[in-house]
């Protein structure tokens, strides 16, 4: 039995004078330590490789702010922005665990070359591949363990870049031409209303009533043919009519100089051909209309335009057109300017008075403008206290809008013009949220400064080292590498000796006390596979 074991079993010994002569020269590798000689390049630039992917999501966060999302992707950014950073991050992040990986490395041949126990080299190589290990280390805590935390919550980063961007509706402006059916020309000649018999009694034609007037007094949205503009589009458009120009004027009046039992004008608004009168309380202005050719800043959308509001005092005047005098008689005869005369004197002419009855005031009056305009309670109604505000800027953006609603239904459909615009759409754009860009910033700054200290003591080394195994056996000096120069890289072993095979297994070993079996490393001619409940001496 004795012998058969000894057959099935290699000694050490026999171990060794079978192993193949790898060395292939009597000199060995020198040791050259050194700031330059040994710099960790590819450790060192993948800090600064992380360093750059923190300039990535800046740039496109900041490029991305306020875009459409239909503008990107495209040609130019032909990667979504959510994308992009998720690349960033997954680069940045993949350099960061590289860089601890060889810092690592280092760290742990330092702490052998400054002379250590098997514990702590242990611990040093256990807490650069445990996160649990590395946050459990209690007193032993060191620069492994750091690095090894703070690149495995870094991670974080991708998740704070997603939430830093998003995407909003808000109006964009971009420029555009749109063009519009709407006459520049005059409005033609009788187009409004009918005049008959010696008074000239104004009679509106049918088309101005139901396109025009009607729509005026309904404030219903002013219909407009256009193209060129797909969303809210702003612009200045070119039509007939009214170059207007007032005189204000003050007139005071003192009621206690007036007699009791007597009736009062306090104040009118007269609608006239060709002249408007507005007499208010203590104020009078004087309006005159001139047909002629003026601007209008309008906003279109939905096939409709709306006026956009303009000071009392604003000149959008180009040119003032003559107007032949209109006359009237028998018969039926053509007005311009009737119709809008008609719908303006029919909303605006009123007029106001009081009569002094002792409780001061009793106040009469005709029309909408004194009930619209006034201001007085129950307490100042039929007192001094009472008082109008002044109608001539509604009144003046009355007949302004009366004149464009003309101008666009007299305008025939082969009657264009274009103009510029600033088109105002609503559209998906990106948006940057940047305080969660300084979180995952923060993060992965601190995952730099944080795993560059593991480099620390590079100097000292005499060659590239790593943690493979082969290369930490052969540090401690293990039998079945002992035909290896100990100051060889780890590559230069495995190009001498990489086929060497090794299967780990029980090995007779002799001894003075006799042969103990053990486990190790050995040729896989003289071991063999361990055996169950078996306890090994050696």
């Known amino acids: 039995m004795e012998q058969e074991t000894k057959s099935e079993h290699a000694t050490t010994e026999k171990v060794m004078k079978e192993t193949p002569p790898y060395e292939t020269a009597r000199m060995g590798d020198p040791w050259v330590p050194g700031v330059f000689k040994q710099l960790p390049w590819g450790g060192l630039l993948a800090l600064v490789g992380v360093a750059v992917c923190c300039l990535g999501p800046v740039a496109i966060l900041k490029d ?14 032909p990667i979504q922005p959510a994308v992009l950073l998720s690349i960033c991050t997954a680069i940045g992040n993949t350099l960061l665990r590289y860089a601890l990986f060889q810092g690592w490395s280092i760290a742990w041949w330092v702490e052998a070359l400054r002379g250590s126990t098997v514990g702590d080299l242990h611990r040093h190589w256990e807490y650069g591949t445990s996160v649990l290990a590395s946050v459990t280390s209690t007193r032993h805590f060191n620069r492994i363990a750091l690095g090894t935390f703070i690149a495995s919550i870094v991670v974080i980063d991708g998740p704070l870049l997603q939430k830093a961007t998003s995407s909003t ?11 519009v059916q709407i006459s520049p020309n005059p409005l033609p000649l009788g187009y409004t209303a009918w005049m008959t018999g010696h008074s000239g009694t104004i009679f509106p034609k049918l088309d101005f009533v139901q396109q025009v007037m009607q729509g005026f007094n ?16 702003n612009t200045t458009l070119q039509a007939a009519g009214f170059d207007v120009h007032c005189s204000h004027s003050t007139q005071p009046y003192n009621i ?17 051909y ?44 180009i040119k003032v057109w003559q ?12 007005s311009t300017l009737g119709g809008i005369y008609s719908v303006a004197y029919t909303k605006y002419e009123s007029s106001s008075s009081f009569y002094i009855d002792g409780t001061p005031l009793s106040l009469m009056y005709s ?16 007192t001094c206290d009472m008082y109008w505000t002044d109608p001539t800027p509604d009144i003046i953006a009355g007949i302004r809008e009366l004149g464009f609603r003309t101008a666009i239904a007299a305008t025939n459909s082969t009657t264009d013009q274009t103009f510029e615009a600033t088109e105002i759409a609503i559209v998906q754009v990106y948006v940057s949220h940047y305080h969660y860009l300084g979180g995952a910033l923060l993060v992965m700054f601190l995952g730099v400064v944080l795993v560059f200290p593991t480099f620390l003591g590079w100097w000292q080394l005499g060659r590239k080292m790593s943690l493979s195994p082969i290369e930490i056996a052969k540090a401690f000096n293990a039998p079945l590498l002992e035909g290896f120069r100990s100051n060889s890289e780890v590559k230069k072993i495995l190009k001498e000796g990489g086929g060497l095979e090794v299967v780990y297994g029980e090995v ?27 306890a090994y001496d050696g």
Not at 170 to 179: E, F, W
Not at 276 to 283: C, F, K, Q, V
Not at 308 to 313: A, E, G, Q
Request: overall charge negative; proline content about 7%.
């Open 508 to 534: 007779v070993m002799p001894g003075s006390e006799g042969e103990k079996k053990s486990l190790q490393m050995a040729n896989p001619e003289f071991a063999i596979r361990p055996r169950a409940k078996f």
């Open 367 to 382: 029309g909408a403008i004194p009930i619209q305009y006034l201001v007085a309670n129950s307490s100042t109604l039929g």
């Open 323 to 334: 107007l032949d005098r209109e006359v009237h008689g028998l018969g039926m005869w053509g």
């Open 169 to 179: 509706t808000r109006p964009l402006a971009s420029q555009a031409n749109i063009t």
């Open 256 to 272: 206690s100089e007036y007699s009791a039992g007597t009736s009062y004008e306090m104040g009118s608004t007269n609608i006239t």
């Open 274 to 317: 060709n002249i408007n009168l507005d007499d208010g309380n203590l104020a009078i202005a004087d309006c005159r209309y001139n047909i002629a050719l003026v601007n209008y800043p309008v906003q279109v959308s939905n096939d409709t335009v709306e006026l956009l509001p303009r000071p009392t005092d604003a000149n959008d005047t």
């Open 64 to 77: 991305s702010n306020g875009k459409p999302t239909a503008t990107w992707p495209n040609q130019e950014h």
């Open 218 to 233: 309904n404030r219903t949205a002013i219909p407009l043919n256009y193209t060129g503009c797909n969303g809210v589009c």
